[in-house]
């Protein structure tokens, strides 16, 4: 087909808004330059060592053990971050009381704390000696230098995230519609798992991917507290870490490419999902 | 079964919504309380549905006192200015929410509750409507989805907030008949509120105006234009 027969089709195409083509074009270029650019070199840097290579570093039972807790660790915690973040951005929404505005900024802070400071102030607390500690040691539920420990750490890290994208939904949720369902007879209960929940699933998604792929790629504040024994509290990004001081660039890289697949897929998936649901209620 | 307000008193803050309002209506009436933005309709229709409680004063519903009872337990249904429909939900499951979530002791058989959606989709002129999704109708459309959706527990009051006021004339003044059959129908008692006299003359029995949290004038329409009770009243239906 020649050019001219394509034009006017794609003239009638032409959406409403203008600037698509250009907007698009500059997002790309910067998505590129930011994200893809950095992370592709990963990928050429593993590629270096060949398969059999490749899986002897990123497959290895130690590589293994550290993707189970690294991806373990951070769904429990996004999904403790799940309920206590929304727990929290119901607070903030819906009670007004002195210091609310304090308790918001509260919230910020794992944000803006550089994550060592968080991960020794945890460790401080959690540790045999520690605050919490020692309180909950002889109770038999250690908490620091276990998984339980990284679990902390994380829901520490991820918190915002879920209270963040939560909080601005509940807050545009109209009156009027949890009004119609109490008319229509349905107890608080009915009303928050009928309408409230489903209205804010997707915002509740979303906040847990954003915990979720910020916990599997959380270094700082887990170290303190991991203990870092191999196959028992090691995570992912340490044992990169780890093969960056020896000097085995392809091996890290190759841990790295695994840990990238298993994220983008997962918030692929996320992602998906949330697109599926919204058409059905579009 | 009548509504009985008495001396029913609401402030916010300092400022009177409601200032020591009573009105009778009888069974089977149908109601229009009417005045500016701001003179406490809203206020009146909320506390009547349970939606909001008075300072002071009763509501009786026939010779029951409902005064302290939530809205959920009062038997009526509510039609809100937006629609206020569940939008995650089917125009179907709009409709049976009152059913479906009965427990299970109280609730209709599957069929059943279908049967009660799929007259009441023809009650409100939508059938075939069912599958689809408030954000794919348009506004007339979603408020008979609301109308209907209020009905399906069969209440025996039917409160309605400006109905019409977001919609355009045409589809406004189709709505407006819709209602005033259903109302006779079904043999409803229904209260709604507008701000706007001509609609509140062509479709009430008796029309209440309402100024500043007081009631000027409860009477018919017809009544109302012969022997306005204030210069407020002349002045407002003029
Ligand atoms: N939730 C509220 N908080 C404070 N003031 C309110 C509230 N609801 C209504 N009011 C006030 O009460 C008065 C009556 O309001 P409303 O009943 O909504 O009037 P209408 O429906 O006739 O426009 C108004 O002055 C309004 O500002
Ligand atoms: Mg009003």
């Known amino acids: 087909m020649t050019a001219a027969a394509l034009l006017p089709r794609l003239r009638r195409k032409r959406s409403a808004m203008p600037g698509l083509g250009l907007t698009l074009g500059i997002s790309l270029l910067w998505l590129s330059l930011i994200v893809l650019l950095p992370l592709s070199t990963v990928f050429v840097k593993s590629a270096g060592i060949g398969w059999d290579g490749f899986w002897q570093a990123a497959g290895s039972e130690r590589a293994m053990a550290a993707y189970r807790l690294s991806f373990g660790a951070a769904f429990v915690a996004a999904l403790i971050n799940l309920v206590f973040g929304l727990l929290v951005a119901w607070v903030l929404v819906r009670y007004h009381f002195p210091g609310r505005r304090l308790l918001g900024a509260v919230v910020d802070l794992p944000f803006a704390l550089p994550t060592a400071v968080a991960g020794i102030a945890l460790t401080t607390i959690y540790s045999q000696n520690g605050l919490v500690g020692s309180v909950l040691a002889p109770l038999g539920l250690p908490i620091a230098y276990r998984p339980a420990g990284i679990v902390i750490a994380l829901v520490f890290v991820g918190l915002p995230f879920v209270v963040r994208t939560v909080e601005p939904v509940l807050e545009q949720l109209s009156k009027e519609v949890e009004e119609a369902a109490i008319t229509l007879g349905a107890t608080r209960r009915q009303t928050f798992l009928r309408i409230i929940l489903p209205a804010i699933a997707p915002a509740l998604a979303t906040g847990f991917s954003l915990a979720f792929a910020r916990g599997a790629g959380e270094y700082g504040s887990v170290i303190f507290i991991a203990g870092n024994m191999p196959y028992r509290t090691e995570i992912a990004p340490l044992l990169i870490i780890t093969q960056l001081e020896e000097y085995d660039y392809p091996g890290a890289a190759a841990i790295a490419v695994v840990m990238l697949m298993i994220s983008f897929t997962m918030l692929l998936v996320l992602n998906a999902l949330q697109v599926w649901q919204r058409r059905r209620s579009a | ?238």
């Open chain 2, 1 to 238: 079964m009548s509504i009985r307000v008495e001396e029913v008193s609401k402030r916010f803050s300092t400022y009177p919504a409601l200032a020591g309002v009573s009105l009778e209506i009888v069974d089977g009436e149908f109601v229009a309380l009417l005045g500016p933005s701001g003179s406490g309709k809203t206020t009146l229709l909320r506390i009547i549905a349970g939606l909001d409680f008075p300072d002071s004063g009763v509501i009786r519903f026939g010779d029951r006192d409902v005064t302290d009872d939530p809205a959920a337990k009062r038997g009526i249904g509510f039609v809100f200015q937006h629609y206020a429909l569940f939008g995650h939900m089917s125009v179907a499951r709009n409709i049976a929410f009152g059913l479906d979530i009965l427990p299970r002791r109280a609730r209709p058989a599957r069929a059943e509750i279908e049967a009660r959606v799929d007259e009441l989709l023809k009650l409100v002129q939508l059938e075939g409507y069912g599958e689809r999704y408030p954000a794919q109708l348009s506004g007339g459309q979603r408020q008979r989805v609301a109308l209907a959706r209020a009905l399906a527990r069969n209440p025996r009051f039917l409160l309605l907030d400006e109905p019409f006021g977001a919609l355009d004339t045409k589809v406004r003044r189709e709505l407006r008949d819709a209602l005033r059959i259903i109302h006779d129908e079904i043999g409803l008692t229904s209260i709604f509120v507008t701000h706007d006299h001509e609609e509140a003359f062509a479709l009430a029995d008796r029309v209440a105006i309402l100024n500043a949290g007081r009631i000027e004038q409860f009477a018919a329409p017809a009544e109302i234009l012969e022997r306005p009770a204030s210069p407020f009243v002349t002045s407002f239906v003029a």
